[in-house]
């Protein structure tokens, strides 16, 4: 089944503890992208990857980091989380370079407290 | 600015028509989509208009597309209980094709 998988789906974790969630696609997309939802303002993109070691920062990079050593994992690390990151993730995937439909995962719930 | 704007919230009869409303920034954008998120999931594309086109038809889903004013509207005819969802309004720019603009999203409720 085609899909984009994220773990944790919720995770609760105390300032500065480093984190990583984790995104894996296997419909071998060369775009993928982080996005983080909070209550009325919708989706805001965090960082984007064109392709394998190609990365870019989105709207809000700041706090965040990513990695794209491989086309299928696009994993965001949270080298020193803060409480303003508590929001819920989504990973998506994208054939054609971002042009065409999003994928999502399910999303990732995080707290820090 | 790059505010793609919609209103919060809408409720409707079961059996009624929806219309959820966007306004977008870029007058260049090729593609503007709408998106449904559904409770605990992610985003799924529900339909999408090409920005040469004025209107698109998917059985009971309406897109406008009002490139003047720069408005776009999602009509949903005989709406049901499984439309209850949260609906994006997205746009995609032109001058920068990976970057996808979404709206903050409608929550649709249905009234029985």
């Known amino acids: 089944e085609a899909q984009v998988t994220q773990n944790p789906r919720y995770l609760i974790t105390v300032t500065g503890k480093k984190l990583t969630v984790t995104c894996s696609q296997n419909?071998?997309?060369?775009?993928m992208s982080w996005y983080r939802q909070d209550p009325g303002l919708g989706l805001r993109q965090i960082y984007y990857?064109?392709?394998?070691?190609?990365?870019d920062k989105g709207d809000v990079p700041e706090g965040y980091k990513v990695s794209r050593k491989e086309k299928r994992n696009f994993p965001l690390i949270l080298e020193s989380p803060s409480p303003n990151q508590t929001s819920l993730y989504f990973c998506?995937?994208?054939?054609?370079?971002?042009?065409?439909?999003?994928?999502f995962g399910e999303g990732s719930r995080l707290t820090v407290l | 600015g790059e505010d793609v704007e919609q209103s919060l919230f809408l409720s409707v009869r079961e059996g009624d028509s929806s219309v959820i409303n966007c306004t977008y920034t870029?007058?260049?954008?090729?593609?503007l989509y709408w998106y449904k998120q559904e409770p605990g999931a992610g985003l799924q594309l529900l339909t999408y208009?090409?920005?040469?086109?004025d209107m698109k038809q998917d059985q009971r889903l309406t897109v406008l597309l009002n490139k003047k004013d720069k408005h776009l509207s999602l009509r949903i005819a005989d709406t049901q209980t499984g439309d209850s969802a949260i609906y994006f309004c997205?746009?995609?720019?032109?001058?920068?094709?990976?970057?996808?603009?979404f709206g903050s999203g409608t929550r649709l409720s249905i009234r029985p």
């Open positions: 990857s064109m392709n394998v070691e190609a990365t």
């Open positions: 998506a995937s994208s054939p054609d370079r971002g042009r065409g439909e999003l994928f």
């Open positions: 870029d007058s260049s954008s090729t593609y």
């Open positions: 208009i090409f920005s040469n086109m």
């Open positions: 997205a746009e995609r720019w032109h001058s920068s094709a990976s970057k996808i603009i």
């Open positions: 419909m071998n997309h060369e775009y």
